[in-house]
């Protein structure tokens, strides 16, 4: 075949099936009924729509929003959680007991969307960004620390 011939039958096929597609986009398609929420964890996802109405089209942004957990779900995910506080807090520190170098309190346990509120019964030797002051300090001090974990609508100490 010459290449003339088949530069013109590669165009036509190009032409037909572009519109082919332009018929079906514009005809074949069938009305949007329902839209799959993202699962537990996923986050919430926006989508662009395509409405119709009369002879306009309008574009519509819509949030979905991810799917709660259970409350069975978010129970077991913050008593996991509440026996991961006391490493975290301590960020290398040897334990409760012996307190030298910075903790840590995030706001928020790592990894996850557990909330952290973070208690100590003095603020003086431990800041709330975590920064230890014990400079100077001859005697020992005890606090208390306590941490509320929550998880959409549950909260535990």
Sequence with gaps: ?????????VAATGGLLSLAFLVY???????????????TGEG???EELE???ADSTYTLEVTLKELPY?????GT?????AAGLEEIFLNGNTDMAHIMTDVSMPSTYPDT???LQWYL?????????GTVSNEGLEDIESLQVRAELSLSDQEID
Excluded: F, H, N
């Design 77 to 81: 995910l913050l008593r996991e959680a």
């Design 51 to 53: 409405v119709e109405i």
């Design 44 to 46: 919430d996802r926006t």
């Design 113 to 115: 969307e557990i909330g």
């Design 1 to 9: 075949m010459k290449q003339r011939t088949k530069m013109t039958l």
């Design 70 to 74: 259970t409350e069975e779900e978010a």
């Design 121 to 129: 019964s003095s603020w003086e030797y431990i800041s709330p960004d």
């Design 25 to 39: 986009s514009l005809y074949g398609r069938e009305p949007l009924t329902e839209l799959a929420r993202p699962g």
